[in-house]
């Protein structure tokens, strides 16, 4: 046994070090950053200084993070609930096979999830649909690159729902959306949750997206601003590191919050079981 723990804990800590290399160090290097001035940033970069909290303002101010922040809202989670709700429409009757040709939707909803952004194909059907430059339009079209993730997740949680309460709630008179609603909503929100975060980064941190899909800039999510602010202001680092902790806080806080509930709602589900 003693054998067998020591290159479990060699490998637990390798793990950890390199997930503090290329993830928790490039976070803290940029918040560093956010909290020097510009005359400290271009003379000891690698050092922190005093630490300057106006960048905050001045980056909130100069990149006009406050309508962007607004709109990149509306946009993630409309999207993201529209991928939920679908993704739970199209996972039902996957799971409980209720429909034929199950088995070669799945693998296409499998292949979706793999394949590349296609940016000249989705411009292309904004512009014919009357998609483009509008807030409607955008949210209909982040709707599809949560979806694949969605039907999967819920797929794999409803499969190990019991089937005997289906034939209950339909022998007891209840409709299928008030089934759903009433039984399996309660049941799968740990898969719900994680359907709707991923829905939601994916439009919350999508670049292509904005600049293929916004011309006003009225409509324009943080990603737009800060990629904008970042070709007006290449020479303020630190002003543009507070505009990206300033983007990123919101769904770090979110995550955190979510990463707690999730852990609570999987261990009721156990204690259940």
């Given at each position: 046994?003693?054998?067998?723990?020591?290159?479990?804990?060699?490998?637990?800590?390798?793990m950890?070090l390199l997930?503090?290399?290329?993830?928790?160090?490039?976070?803290?290097?940029?918040?560093?950053?956010?909290?020097?001035?510009?005359q400290?940033?271009l003379?000891?970069?690698?050092?922190?200084?005093?630490p300057?909290?106006?960048?905050?303002?001045?980056?909130?101010n100069?990149?006009?993070l406050?309508?962007e922040l607004?709109?990149?809202v509306?946009?993630?989670?409309?999207?993201?609930?529209?991928?939920t709700?679908?993704?739970l429409?199209?996972?039902?009757?996957?799971?409980r096979?209720?429909?034929?040709?199950?088995?070669?939707?799945y693998?296409l909803?499998?292949?979706?999830?793999?394949?590349p952004?296609?940016?000249?194909?989705?411009?292309?059907e904004?512009?014919?649909?009357?998609?483009?430059?509008?807030r409607?339009g955008?949210?209909?079209?982040?709707?599809?690159?949560?979806?694949p993730?969605?039907?999967l997740?819920?797929?794999a949680?409803?499969t190990v729902?019991?089937?005997?309460?289906?034939?209950?709630?339909?022998?007891?008179?209840?409709?299928?959306?008030?089934?759903?609603?009433?039984?399996?909503?309660?049941?799968?929100?740990?898969?719900?949750?994680?359907a709707?975060?991923?829905?939601?980064?994916n439009?919350?941190?999508?670049?292509?997206?904005?600049?293929?899909?916004?011309?006003?800039?009225?409509?324009?999510p943080?990603?737009?601003?800060?990629?904008?602010?970042?070709?007006?202001?290449q020479t303020?680092?630190?002003?543009?590191?507070a505009?990206?902790?300033i983007?990123?806080?919101?769904i770090?806080?979110?995550f955190?919050?979510?990463?707690r509930q999730?852990?609570?709602?999987?261990f009721m589900?156990?204690?259940?079981g």
């Amino acid at each position: 046994m003693i054998r067998l723990a020591r290159p479990r804990l060699v490998g637990g800590v390798a793990m950890g070090l390199l997930i503090v290399i290329l993830f928790l160090l490039p976070v803290l290097y940029a918040v560093m950053i956010a909290f020097e001035s510009q005359q400290h940033f271009l003379v000891s970069p690698m050092t922190p200084g005093s630490p300057v909290l106006g960048n905050f303002g001045a980056a909130w101010n100069l990149a006009d993070l406050g309508p962007e922040l607004l709109n990149t809202v509306l946009y993630s989670v409309t999207a993201a609930f529209g991928s939920t709700v679908l993704g739970l429409l199209i996972a039902f009757p996957i799971a409980r096979r209720l429909i034929r040709g199950t088995s070669p939707l799945y693998a296409l909803i499998l292949v979706g999830l793999f394949l590349p952004f296609s940016v000249i194909p989705l411009f292309a059907e904004a512009r014919s649909l009357g998609l483009y430059d509008n807030r409607i339009g955008y949210i209909i079209l982040h709707v599809e690159p949560g979806l694949p993730l969605a039907v999967l997740v819920l797929t794999a949680f409803i499969t190990v729902i019991p089937a005997e309460l289906d034939e209950a709630a339909w022998m007891e008179g209840a409709g299928y959306l008030s089934y759903l609603v009433r039984v399996v909503v309660p049941l799968a929100r740990p898969a719900l949750l994680i359907a709707f975060l991923y829905g939601m980064l994916n439009v919350w941190n999508d670049i292509i997206g904005p600049v293929v899909l916004l011309a006003d800039s009225s409509l324009f999510p943080v990603t737009r601003g800060v990629y904008n602010f970042y070709g007006s202001s290449q020479t303020a680092w630190p002003h543009l590191a507070a505009a990206i902790v300033i983007v990123s806080l919101p769904i770090v806080i979110l995550f955190a919050a979510s990463q707690r509930q999730l852990i609570r709602a999987r261990f009721m589900g156990s204690v259940k079981g």
